[in-house]
């Protein structure tokens, strides 16, 4: 299937190839064997969004720890609502596989989702939003009287930095409880990221930089942050021994040395927020 996305849109390669990636490795640490299936369909040139073997590890550890977060929440919460933002090809609810009484929502760009549509089957309790997570006439399409987490991996730093905000304070304002998890990059990262491939041959520009989750208690009423781990905590101890020597020792640098840079400490937060009762 001939892929046609630019932009933002274009760049849900990138992640989709990094999972595949580690779907096809030795010691997959996300094990995604849908993304390996869909990059198989679809028709791309994914050498040129240079993705490198370290990239594709930390987009799996990324994507295993929002997984696990998910699943948490819907172990306390089996009747609830999730809102998947910025879905782009992601399997996530595949991965995560909700029992009976969840609603799930995969939310993106209208081109993303019509895409998806061509390539996932439908499944019970699962549905598509078409829109810009920045506007609010979508919310009206979700009910508020379950829990909700909302969820959304390598979005926020794409959305304008005033808009950003605005979107969290219409969900808070939308559903009466829940939390929300999600990635972001510090203004430096933002800026010191702009040069890569993916972004230079996609057009993709980034824009919200947040430097300290707690920032969002105070623009976002409501929020209250309960975790904010950094790129370099979401790795296992166990994980680290099947890694190539390379990338071990990559990432023990940036655990024991880089981090202690108060610049890069900051660089990328997973953070979670609760609200309401
Ligand atoms: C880097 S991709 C991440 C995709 C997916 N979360 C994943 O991990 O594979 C960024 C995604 O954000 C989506 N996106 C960016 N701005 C958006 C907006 N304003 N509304 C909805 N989706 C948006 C893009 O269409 C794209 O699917």
Redesign the pocket.
């Known amino acids: 299937m001939k892929v046609t996305l630019t932009g933002?849109?274009e760049?849900?390669l990138?992640?989709?190839y990094a999972?595949a990636v580690d779907a096809r490795s030795a010691h997959p640490l996300l094990a995604d064997p849908t993304a390996a299936t869909l990059l198989d369909s679809l028709d791309y040139d994914f050498g040129r969004l240079g993705i490198r073997p370290a990239t594709a590890i930390g987009?799996a550890l990324r994507?295993r720890f929002l997984d696990r977060r998910t699943q948490e929440f819907l172990a306390a919460h089996p009747d609830a609502t999730v809102l998947h933002?910025?879905?782009?090809?992601?399997s996530r609810v595949q991965r995560v596989d909700p029992g009976p009484g969840v609603n799930w929502f995969d939310?993106?760009?209208p081109e993303?989702i019509d895409l998806r549509a061509r390539l996932y089957a439908p499944r019970p309790g699962h549905r598509t939003i078409a829109?810009?997570?920045?506007d609010s006439d979508w919310l009206v399409q979700v009910p508020r009287d379950l829990p909700v987490l909302v969820v959304?991996?390598?979005?926020t730093m794409?959305?304008p930095a005033d808009e950003g905000p605005r979107m969290l304070r219409n969900l808070v304002g939308h559903f009466p409880q829940g939390e929300m998890v999600f990635d972001s990059y510090s203004r430096f990262a933002v800026r010191l990221t702009r040069p890569l491939p993916v972004f230079r041959q996609t057009g993709a520009r980034l824009n919200w930089g947040i430097d300290d989750p707690r920032d969002l208690e105070r623009a976002v009423p409501g929020l209250r942050l309960i975790e904010a781990a950094k790129a370099f905590d979401t790795a296992d101890r166990a994980d680290l021994e099947h890694l190539p020597r390379a990338i071990r020792f990559r990432l023990r640098f940036e655990v024991e040395f880089l981090s202690r840079l108060p610049v890069l400490r900051r660089i990328g937060h997973i953070s979670r927020y609760a609200f309401g009762s």
């Open positions: 933002a849109a760049t849900l990138a992640p989709l999972r987009v994507a933002l910025g879905c782009g090809l992601d939310v993106d760009q993303v829109a810009s997570v920045t959304a991996e390598g979005l794409y959305l």
